[in-house]
């Protein structure tokens, strides 16, 4: 792979990984519909669906970070301040999540490990694969999140449920599009490099910038996390057919400390449409763990 132009985002070449992990889940999706008022935007409509159909007094909630999760938290204070709610403690996913929290009265306590006791988590997704439910989080929404995909991740798969808040647009099967994955810095290009040999121009690699567009390279300024990692976007161009063998493959190669890429076994997707809320619930067979 060369990188004498800049300019010119390098294309990934194709590999069977030799071993893989299966991952037998046995997706039998249950549909609920939750038609609300027309006069109130879908996602909103989402937001108090989650709320209603999954929050109880007592719980501590893992609190996601977007739009989605932002009208989650403030609907969740009302019914805090109303009394609907009791002793409800949110875990919050970002710098952003946990000023909304504050700001809408909702008890902080602060993610440790993944042995924290968390009941529910809610989570705004980029993409979710229809069938599997695995979930694609970290695609670039703004500079402030970057540092926060792992802790995102770690929380969801912390929560004994979890729910993933979309548009309809966003849930379907082959799904294109990026897919953050977190490096090691300093051998950041090697990585890249084995990324590269997985694909057969199906996908370019870009190392994210901190600041604006600076090329497949990252520029003089690419995102170095709080944990001193890098972030290359594996940006899929054709369908992919399988976002588990993804995972699976990545998790093959030395240096990708983790990914974008949610597998969890009790998990719903909330999806928001123009005219109703459809819930979709993953039931699984045995499996071998979220990834």
Known sequence: MAFAAASTPFSLSSMVPTHRRTFRHVSVPRVINASLSPDVSPLLRAAHHTVDSYVKSGMVIG???????????????????????????????????????????????????????????????????????????????SSQEDDYILKQKSIVKAADEAVFMIKEEQYKASLEGSIPVLVQSLNWLAIAEEIDDLYLGDAEVWRRASVGDAGPLGGDFPIVTSDGHNILDVIFTTPIPSLANVAESLETIDGVVDHGLVIKTRCSVVIAGETEVRTVTLQTSTVEGDV
């Open 63 to 141: 609190l996601g970070s977007g739009e989605a999760s932002d009208m989650v938290i403030r609907y969740l204070g009302q019914q805090l301040r109303s009394g609907s709610l009791q002793n409800v403690v949110g875990v919050p996913m970002s710098a952003r999540s946990a000023s909304e929290a504050a700001k809408y009265g909702i008890p902080l306590e602060y993610f440790r490990d993944d042995n924290q006791v968390i009941d529910f988590a809610f989570h705004d997704a980029d993409a979710v694969e229809e069938g599997s439910l695995i979930a694609v989080i970290g695609r670039r929404r």
